[in-house]
């Protein structure tokens, strides 16, 4: 009975670390790969205190020249820009940061998306204004 078990037990062990190492090879990684494209934006639901933080935060973890008057893309805050803005922001940090997903948190508000997004901004109606000057 003892070498049943044993035998059984044996089995088992067996059996659990060949589906682990099976698994291991097709599991989905919690990392991104360095090649694959990915951007990081504001979630669209996230609200304006939220995005002035992360705008903050990102900006003075990373080079936001784009949005700061000296990359071309200054725009005031009260012309409905800061979700764009944060979106610029939050994405420099991501990437500066090697574009982990916890990089692009912000406590919830940012999203990971694998579409570029320069399209969208590009026709936010701040961008717009700035292309009219």
């Known amino acids: 009975m003892a070498s049943a078990t044993a035998s ?3 089995c088992f062990f067996a059996l659990t670390l060949f589906m682990l190492h099976s698994n291991a090879a ?3 990684s919690l990392y991104h790969s360095q090649s694959s494209k990915t951007w990081c934006v504001a979630n669209p639901a996230a609200s304006e205190d939220a995005l002035s ?3 903050e935060f990102a900006c003075s ?4 020249a784009a949005i700061q008057g000296t990359g071309g893309c200054s725009f005031p805050d009260d012309d409905g ?3 764009t803005r944060a979106s610029v922001a939050m994405n420099a940090y991501y990437q500066a940061r090697g574009r ?3 990089n692009c948190f912000f406590n919830g508000t ?5 579409t570029d997004p320069k399209p969208q901004l ?3 109606p701040a961008l717009q204004k700035q292309q009219d000057m």
């Open 8 to 10: 059984l037990l044996t």
């Open 26 to 28: 097709t599991a989905p």
């Open 53 to 55: 933080s992360n705008l």
């Open 61 to 64: 973890e990373s080079d936001c």
């Open 81 to 83: 820009s800061l979700p």
């Open 100 to 102: 982990n997903s916890w």
């Open 110 to 114: 940012g999203l990971i998306t694998i």
């Open 122 to 124: 590009a026709s936010a």
